[in-house]
């Protein structure tokens, strides 16, 4: 039973990760929800600190303002100090991600934790949440539902709007001479990852998130002709690796987020392989097509 | 050799445009006619996107105003359609030919709803205009350049606006895109629409247009074809060396200077 | 944090705080450093990649050799670190993946990797591996000798190929094509790049971990490049940074032993680079909009002596004493900037003040003609040399008129040899 709701949950995140994902690599903001996954932490840290238990609304809302936040940041370095992009991305996340990391340990105040576990933290929130188990396995199925919630949200808004991402992404100068706000779209997108992020954290960690909200999307994007077929190949991905990573990490006893992520990877590897190969087939054909109809 | 127009389709007056408050327009006044086909032509950093881009209002304006049909943009944006360059789009973007082209209908269909089977017609029509019908499935990776082209005209077709302004539509396509863009224009033109174009090659503004405007920094003429497009204007458009506006921008950049004061 | 603390830390009597100042420091530094490159060849954020990729070289280097040697550890990190970047490279050049994305994907992928041999070192119950996971988030304070000793190897192994390779470097940064053409061996500058950015890493995740390591490159090169646009100043700059930020980080972790020191000193780093942001001469947000504000001053100024001498013009009498109303007529003011503009202007001596009127200084003449004369000589340039009609050349120039230098003026004066009216048929003043 404990092995299904994990499985669940990271499925959830997988589903959740790869429909955003696909936009994100699309538009060239991999690095940014990278940063965004990190720059979180701080929001979750003082939700917790003025809320007593997981209200875990108030805290999506809250954390994910703080993703949003982020994006303004960096937006705001790069617009008016002429900060180049990467350098902006990389001073915000790491800076928030530091008070993040300082609060943690304020709030859990005893000096023997570990500050290790917000990072791949099925154990994140041992320090603060006293219900999750420490044994880094036990999710309550309350991270299922808030998860369900968001995957709803999600599919809600991209569906309803599927048009717009998909110009804005496209196409920006195009939408805008159409009368599309370019930059709206731009931030409902990255506060879906925000909320994505925070509502992740919970059960998986920083890394996970960021691995499904990456690689899945783009091992879909070497095989896929079509968005919607990207898509949907990439949850399959991200499932797939949600499965085999818990099988994994239970034969090997590491972490499970660490092994999911892993699991993505050789994911990754074993298409681009794929992809390289068919790749190498169609030049042949092409070649003996060519050499067909010359000869003739 | 500025001519001014007497109800044009396009005006624009005084328009300065600047990146980081350097001026890259100067204070530019044109019209163009209905049913005009314009060629904008000038060197290279001439600033011809950057007049497009400003028009479309992707770029803001430091001074100066655009009116098309006598109103500003937003009033009568589904009435004109702007092809961007080639290179603006990353290519290897998932999406078939059709996906693209009805990318045009977009603003028609508004916001929540799908596209309809008019739409899907639509865009069918306009690609069999541009001889592309037989690729609707097609990834547009797969496309060469002149396909791709095609294909941004085919999106611009399906919003059968009034006025086109496009973006090097004929750089680097084949000989066979080129006439049959040009066919395409044209026929737009006799129908009373005006395609206001930003074009590279000189060899060909003769043949192509009939309106012709001349951007290096400023404008160095703007009018009929016969009119403008010759040895003197040329030379100025492509020879002068206006040094001292260049200095007197970068001072103005260097000091912030506003490009127009409050009044 | 009392004075005695403060005092027992600087005096570096205690060895541990030596080892600890000096590590940080020598971190610190070599991270800005090398962090200036990456910066300016816009990859910074490969940093991000490398000091997350180096976890697992770190874990399998345990996992094979069953000990904590710093050296092998070095080594394992290196390895994975590199490999990383390879893959990174490899992704983009092979296939339709864009840099981000394989930045991101090489990024996670490593890192859970890392993640999960860790967690299975960590559940191994392998007594030696306790303190492994200070990679993650560092532990300056804990340096010991041996460590020092290996780091401070690696720092001034960085140091001096930056040094012997300083020309090559800033060639590959700024100006690839050029560096090529001249014969410069860019790949192989490039990998030696690669290489001490790796070591840089390898370092400096001692002291702040893994993830904030990637701060300790970026951010003094962010802060560095707001101050300067010479590379050298820029590696002055981002080094005092770093190691300004190294000793904060480290006397507050000997102060209050359960903080980590990598959020303390990305902490400070971050605080000076926003400082940098907003008060950097020439770049600083805050002192554009002092610079802003000096400007609008200057233009009020003019416009007023201008208002003065066209008055004049029309008697030629320019001396006379003129009240608010004659003024506001010539062009419409404010009345918080007019009253601003006219005590200004009598403070610096160009006009003064008898009886409630105002009335022109010899200085305030000689410049109210001057910016009057810029005024009608641009606007003739404008009209003869960029065709522009007379009647919408004044708003340009208005402003231009506040721009130009002496130098500018005489070359205008020559080029449109000398006139005397300007388009709209005003007389242009001469001294």
Partial sequence: MDSLIIISTGSLVAICGSILGCFLILRKMAMVSDAISHAVLPGIVIAFMLGSDLDSVWMLVGAGLVGVLTTFLIEFFHQKGKLQTDAAIGVTFTWLFAIGVILVTYYAGDAHIDQDCVLYGEIAYTPINPIILKNGTVLGPKALIVLGAVLLIIVLIVSLFYKEFFLTTFDPSFALATGLSASLWHYVLMSLVSVTTVASFESVGAILVVAFLIVPPASAYLLTTRLSHMILLSCCFGVLSAIFGYYLAYAIDGSIAGAMATVAGVIFGVVFAIAKYLEKRRAISNLEQMTLETSK | MIQQVEEPVLEIHDLTVSYDKKPVLWGIDLSVPKGAIAGIVGPNGAGKSTLIKSIMGLTSLSSGYVKIFDEELEQVRSRVSYVPQRESVDWDFPASVLDVVLMGRYARIGLFKRPRRADIEAALFALKQVGMDKFKTRQISQLSGGQQQRVFLARALTQQADIYFMDEPFAGVDAATEKAIIQILKKLAEDGKTVIVVHHDLQSVSTYFDWVIMLNLRLVASGPTDKVFTPELLEETYGGKLTLLTEVGELMKKGQYPTREKQ | MNLETLIEFFSLQNPNVRYVVLGSVL?????????????????????????????????????????????????????SGWLSIIILDYIVANSKIKEDTATGLSLSVFFGVGILLLTVIQHSGNAAQSGLDSFLFGKAAALVGKDLLAFSIIASIILIVVYLFYKEFELVCFDQEYARSIGVPVKRIELLLTSITVLAVVTGIQAVGVVLMSAMLITPAAAGKFWTNKLSVMLLLASLFGAFSGIAGAYISYTAPSMPTGPWIVVVLSFIAILSFFFAPEKGILIKLFKQRKIRLQLLEENLLKSFYKIGEINADFTAARSNEELIEIRRFSTAQFKEGLSRLSNQGFIKKTNGTWSLTNDGLQKGMRVVKLHRLWELYLTKYLRIAPDHVHEDADTIEHVITPEIEERLEKLLEYPEADPHSSNIPYN
């Fill in chain 3, 27 to 79: 971190l610190s530094v070599s991270s800005a450093i090398v962090g200036c490159f990456t910066f300016l060849k816009k990859k910074a954020l490969l940093g991000d990649v490398v000091s997350h990729a180096v976890l697992p070289g770190i874990c399998i280097s345990f996992m094979v050799s069953g000990t904590k040697d710093p050296f092998l550890l070095i080594i394992g990190a290196f390895l």
